[in-house]
């Protein structure tokens, strides 16, 4: 892969490009990518964690707007994988870095919509009968509450296993797809396709570490949500190691 290295002012190869990964696949090392992105946050713990503390007022003031978390929570944290890939790089950087994703807002807008999209399309149906017969349904609540329960049990259930089997497609592809659109430097949709073809890849072991970086983020609320300012950080630099694992730490290069 390229990538313009503002530091020493010229091109570095690094990593395999998307069409090797896609045609000779890889060998995902569970162990590995968990120990680069644990030592990337031990290098700088106090960095992480000062920023998530920032990027939390700002999400907080930008309620204001209504729609302003919607629109800088994205770039805020791709500021984890700018960071996180300077240090993996050994690369000097500043805290303004950590802003570094706004340089990418076009895109990460493109994929947080895309998000919403899709997560609509498959959670939206789960609600139907509320919508369709809202007044029968509170109706049938008052007259007989097993039946209302059986009601919703048989019109969700369906729904929720399709949400559910989606739900982990995108859990794997976004572990890939965020790192692509930032430091890959690929489009929306581009980046969202290559994830899509290199994650499937070794898509058990991608799932499952996914999934442990969800248990990472969420064991901070274990200490009455205090932990989440170490644990959210740790869990962004641990997929940022399965992606420097895989991908390197360069720009895209297609062939």
Known sequence: MEILDDERKHEVIDGPSLATL???????????????????????????????????????VSCITLIGPFLIAMPLFAGYLIVGTKIYRKEA??????????????????????????????VLPMFMPFINDFNGMIEMAENDPYAFQRSINDS?????????????????????ALPLIVIGKLGTTEAIG????????????????????????????IACYIG????????ELVKLGAYLHVFGSGTKRLD
């Open 156 to 176: 969700m259930m369906p729904t929720f296993l399709l949400s559910f089997v989606v739900g982990l497609f995108i859990q794997v592809i976004a572990i890939f």
């Open 228 to 235: 989440l300012f170490f644990t959210l950080p740790l869990a």
């Open 22 to 60: 896609e045609n000779e696949g890889y060998v995902f090392d569970f162990g590995k990518a968990f120990e680069i992105g644990w030592t990337i946050f031990r290098e700088n713990m106090g960095s992480f964690i000062g920023f998530f503390f920032v990027a939390m007022l700002l999400l907080i």
């Open 93 to 122: 950087y500043s805290f303004n870095d950590f802003f570094g994703g706004f340089s990418r807002f076009g895109p990460l807008l493109g994929y947080f919509l895309l998000y919403m999209l899709i997560s609509l399309v498959f």
């Open 194 to 221: 290559w994830a899509f073809k290199i994650a499937t890849k070794n898509f058990w072991w991608i799932l499952l570490y996914s999934f442990v970086a969800s248990i990472v983020a969420q064991t901070g609320v």
